[in-house]
């Protein structure tokens, strides 16, 4: 996202040494041995002069060949860089001495050329260019030109822009670069392979050449295979001469490596060789450095980590000896250092870089600067700037008020420069608003203004984005919409704009632009974005690349991409053949990477199973591998969940165990584990986590789950419905109804009710919920009138919501079983008619069928009939229709936590509806009837009700339920457990046998 960064360079690229005199004159010595002083004159040795090094000596006897005396005056226009003469005197000198030729002049003029770019502060432009090149058809290279010659040509010439590739370019002046381009590399590797070495190859032209050709991959030029021979060439010399080099010289061949690197240069042995034996240069260079050459050295190293390179000890030893010096010369950085100094920082710590004091202080010493130079940034220093931070908040850094500040003096100028930057500043800049909104970067105006005008920019540029920028920029329109930025018509065009880029540039994306593409896709239509067609073309254009690449997946990506699967099959995707290769190619990197998942990888996981299982994903073995292989890690890392972690592995959990999930001793842990940190973090959970949370427990006290933490947390959650109420949306506001009633007795009933009257007004006409979330309500509804009606309380209000919510499902057509019965019940409550006809499946117990033969025995004349369904309710146990009573054997399942005491609230909703359909209930605990001897006492009891004379083996009271229906147990003296009740009444013992009051208590 940083490929433009600056290095060495700003907006004109130099090296700092360009062997040449302040008057402009090249220098020169026979030993080819460059200075950073001034030195001597050139001394033209006699054209007589014997051996190989037997030169010209030319005494410029024509006005042509002023450039002997002379360079052009930087002052100077360009025309007279142009002049046919000079060019016919560099062809005349050439051929005049043929191999004696040393290129001298040649060196000279492109000087000259540099010069005049200097001067100007800036390359060439396109029109100067062509027109040089032109002139420059016959400037030809040989092997015959020195090694000074060469280095002064080969880096001027690509310092003032001559080689830079121009789209569109005239054929023949592209020619023309690149042929002289060929010429130039073509002696420069055959002198640096001269045996035995040239001995006028020096440490400062290899430094400088190497920094030419880094240009030249930077600048856009092909890395055609004399480059690369040439590059290769030099990098031996870098080893060969590797304690010559003084300070500038580390700094640029860092800086070209990095450079090269960048650009596709692949890390050969020699070029690995090549950084580690410069390295230790830094440190022992430390105090040369100037500020731009510690600028550049932390970009270079930032720079080679981020393409691979390995944090030796070297590495970072190079990185903690530059830091220093940052606060150091902290006054003498200009915006340039500031930015790349601050990128370079980011990219260390984003890829392992420990954030030790040093790094962390000279941080904070930068920091102030950007707020002092913001007017000097130029637009791509606005976007590496903000990008950084971004990148170190991501990392740990603290959002100090000088970081803060930093942010918002840079955010107005992205909208100020807006037209200026390029599509990948615009990716970046976007990028890292989303990545500082989710890091909890406030969306003041400003950084509203600079989003709106980065949308804008990204329908404008469409066309020009590369793969990862697509990927970044749908990834961060995603994280802002998930932080609460409203999804605008911009922001409508600019998803729109990249969609067609996904399907197109499909084979390019590498694995982790896959993970966060699907990732977006799938926030983006969480968030409401229509599935268009489009859309459908992105999502199956990606499918099949998970499954390509599910071997380089790191454990963030599989989290990621399972989540996004599930998301996106919650939001209605079909299970395609592709989606299900894609999950089953993720499902066995799961267990694979078990070790490596994060807190947050391991909720995500969870969740996504969760959520793919109760969407229809088959349970198959790796699927089962894959949830048990996470379950101890819920465990080890319980201290690190968030609350949002919280409620979702519980909320995951629950749906497991809904779907069949076995309640392993692992499973039972994970749950043991999280329970605790609801009462510990009940402050902290939003809305929706409270909903979800009470919904899971719920869920898990009807599969059998109970401890004593649940108790705790359920009572923890309550609390905060009632200070939230304002806050729930309506399907949360169903989740509560359904859960709060599903949990039966152990709320207690004014707590219910209030909570109930609080809640239900605001859904019972509400056109936002869906069918489902109706349903909820319209049960929890009747449970709350259940439980009133067998309190011998009025219900009225509550009756009047129940048949809002029917009239609204009455006439739906459901295959669900569930439903049927919902609107069967509430149907029947109502005295209305049934739109239903509901099936139940009947299965009759030991229990049951030991007591109704017992009770058989005792009458036998006495009609018993078994699992009848009563006016489409649930089948009765068993029903005497002469003495129109109901028996029902209760089971654990009829209870909150199976304690055979506090009734959970399809118990009470059964019961209230048989009452209401006229009939009397008995109820027997299953723990009653365990031998012949214990059912005896509740069979003399049902005798005492229908009119038979009780047996004589003693007195047994019969107890009434909480309101009507007869509770029958053989034990006068039984009170109810002292957990599983939130303020509940404890019964009274009365004589006549009626129930018992209840205390109240709060459990804590």
């Not at 100020?416 to 608003?433: G, M, R, V, Y």
């Not at 949308?455 to 697509?470: D, I, S």
């Not at 995603?478 to 197109?504: F, I, M, Y």
């Not at 969940?641 to 809904?658: E, H, R, S, T, Y």
Request: a positive charge; aromatic letters at 6%; proline letters at 5%.
């Amino acid at each position: 996202m940083d490929r433009s960064s600056a290095g060495i360079s700003g907006q004109y690229a130099r090296s700092g040494n360009d062997y040449n005199q302040p008057n402009g004159q090249a220098t020169s010595s026979r030993r080819g041995r460059y200075r950073n002083a001034t030195v001597r004159q050139w001394h033209n040795p006699s054209r007589t002069a014997p051996g190989r090094n037997e030169f010209y000596h030319s005494r410029f006897t024509r006005p042509s060949q002023y450039l002997q005396y002379r360079s052009v005056n930087p002052a100077q226009d360009f025309n007279a860089l142009i002049k046919q003469e000079i060019m016919d005197d560099l062809v005349s000198k050439s051929d005049r001495f043929g191999h004696r030729y040393d290129g001298r002049d040649h060196g000279r003029y492109a000087s000259s050329i540099k010069k005049y770019t200097s001067a100007a502060k800036r390359p060439l432009n396109q029109a100067e260019q062509s027109q040089l090149l032109r002139l420059l058809q016959n400037f030809t290279a040989t092997r015959s030109w020195n090694w000074r010659s060469l280095t002064t040509t080969l880096h001027s010439l690509t310092s003032a822009g001559v080689f830079t590739p121009h789209n569109p370019m005239d054929e023949r002046v592209k020619l023309t670069q690149a042929n002289l381009l060929s010429t130039l590399l073509d002696a420069i590797i055959f002198i640096c392979n001269q045996k035995p070495q040239a001995r006028d190859i020096d440490a400062q032209g290899v430094a400088n050449l190497l920094w030419a050709m880094a240009k030249l991959a930077d600048n856009g030029q092909k890395r055609t295979q004399e480059l690369n021979e040439a590059v290769a060439a030099l990098l031996f010399h870098v080893n060969a001469q590797k304690d010559q080099f003084n300070a500038q010289g580390i700094t640029n061949l860092l800086w070209a490596m990095a450079k090269l690197i960048d650009n596709g240069q692949e890390r050969t042995p020699g070029l690995n060789e090549a950084v580690a034996r410069l390295l230790p240069d830094v440190n022992a260079q430390k105090a040369n450095f100037k500020p731009q050459e510690i600028a550049n050295l932390l970009w270079a190293m930032a720079k080679l980590v981020d393409n691979g390179q390995e944090q030796t000890p070297g590495l970072k030893g190079a990185v903690a000896v530059l830091l220093p010096f940052v606060n150091a010369q902290k006054d003498q950085f200009i915006p340039q250092h500031i930015a790349n100094l601050l990128w370079a920082m980011a990219k260390l710590v984003d890829n392992g870089q420990e954030r030790t004091p040093g790094l962390k202080e000279a941080v904070a010493t930068l920091l102030p600067h950007v707020n002092a130079k913001k007017n000097q940034f130029i637009p791509q220093h606005i976007a590496n700037l903000l990008w950084a931070m971004a990148k170190l908040v991501d990392n740990g850094q603290e959002q100090t008020p000088a970081l803060n500040k930093a942010v918002a003096a840079l955010l107005p100028f992205v909208n100020a420069q807006k037209a200026n930057f390029k599509p990948q500043e615009i990716a970046s800049l976007l990028w890292a608003t989303a990545k500082l909104v989710d890091n909890g970067q406030e969306r003041t105006p400003p950084l509203k203004e600079a989003v709106a005008a980065l949308l804008l920019l990204v329908n404008t540029a469409k066309a020009n984005f590369n793969p990862q920028e697509t990927a970044n920029l749908l990834w961060a329109m995603a994280k802002l919409v998930d932080n609460g930025l409203e999804r605008t018509q911009l922001l409508k065009e600019a998803v729109a704009a990249l969609l067609p880029r996904v399907n197109a540039q499909k084979d390019q994306f590498n694995f982790q632009h896959i993970a966060n593409l699907v990732w977006a896709m799938a926030k983006l239509v969480g968030s409401g974005q229509e599935r268009t067609p489009e859309f459908n073309e992105a999502i199956v254009a990606l499918l099949p690349h998970v499954n390509a690449h599910k071997d380089q997946f790191i454990p963030q990506n599989i989290a990621t991409l399972l989540w996004a699967v599930a998301k996106l099959v919650d939001s209605g995707q079909d299970r395609t053949l592709e989606l299900k290769e894609a999950v089953a190619a993720l499902l066995p990197q799961v267990n694979a990477h078990k070790d490596q998942f994060k807190a947050q990888g391991i909720t995500n996981l969870l969740w996504a199973m969760a959520k793919l299982m109760d969407s229809g994903q088959e349970r198959t073995s790796e699927f089962n591998v894959a949830v048990a292989a996470l379950l101890p890690h819920v465990n080890a890392a319980k201290a690190n969940f968030k609350p949002q972690g919280i409620a979702n592995l519980l909320w995951a959990m629950a749906k497991l165990v809904d779907n069949g999930q076995e309640r392993t001793p692992q499973f039972n842990e994970a749950v043991a584990a999280l329970l605790p940190h609801i009462n510990t973090e009940k402050a902290n959970f939003k809305p929706q986590e409270i909903a979800n949370l009470l919904w899971a427990m719920a869920k898990l006290v009807d599969n059998g789950e109970w401890k004593s933490e649940l108790n705790e947390a359920v009572a923890a959650l309550l609390r905060h419905v009632n200070t939230q109420k304002a806050n729930f949306k309506p399907k949360e506001i169903a989740n509560l109804l359904w859960a709060t009633a599903k949990l039966g007795e152990f709320v207690e009933l004014n707590l219910l009710t209030s909570m109930f009257e609080s809640l239900v007004y605001r859904i019972s006409k509400n056109p936002q919920l869906s069918q489902q979330d109706i349903l909820m309500s319209l049960w929890g509804v009747m449970v709350c009138c259940a439980r009133l009606s067998l309190d011998s309380r009025s219900n009225n209000w509550f009756e009047k919501h129940m048949d809002d919510l029917f009239t609204r499902v009455e006439n739906i057509s459901s295959d669900n079983e569930d439903d049927q019965r919902i609107i069967a019940m509430a149907a029947s409550w109502l005295g209305r008619a049934c739109p239903v006809v509901p099936n139940y499946r009947t299965t009759i117990s030991k229990p049951q069928a030991d007591f109704r033969d017992q009770l058989q025995s005792c009458f036998s004349s006495l009609q018993i009939e078994e699992e009848k369904s009563l006016n489409s309710l649930p089948p009765v146990d068993l029903l005497l229709p002469d003495h129109n009573m109901v028996i029902e054997v209760q089971g654990p399942s009829h209870y909150v936590g199976g304690d055979f005491n506090t009734r959970n609230g399809s118990t009470l909703l059964k019961i209230a509806l048989l009452q209401k359909a006229g009939f009397e209930v008995v109820e027997i605990p299953v723990n009653r009837l365990l031998t012949q001897d214990s059912m005896k006492p509740c069979i003399d009891q049902i005798k005492s009700r229908i009119g038979f004379p009780p047996q004589g083996h003693g007195s047994v009271s019969l107890k009434r339920s909480w309101a009507d229906a007869a509770y029958v147990t053989a034990d006068k003296g039984r009170r109810p457990s002292d957990h599983g009740y939130l303020t509940a009444e404890e019964h009274s013992k009365e004589q006549t046998g009626r129930p018992e009051k209840r205390k109240k208590t709060t459990s804590q």
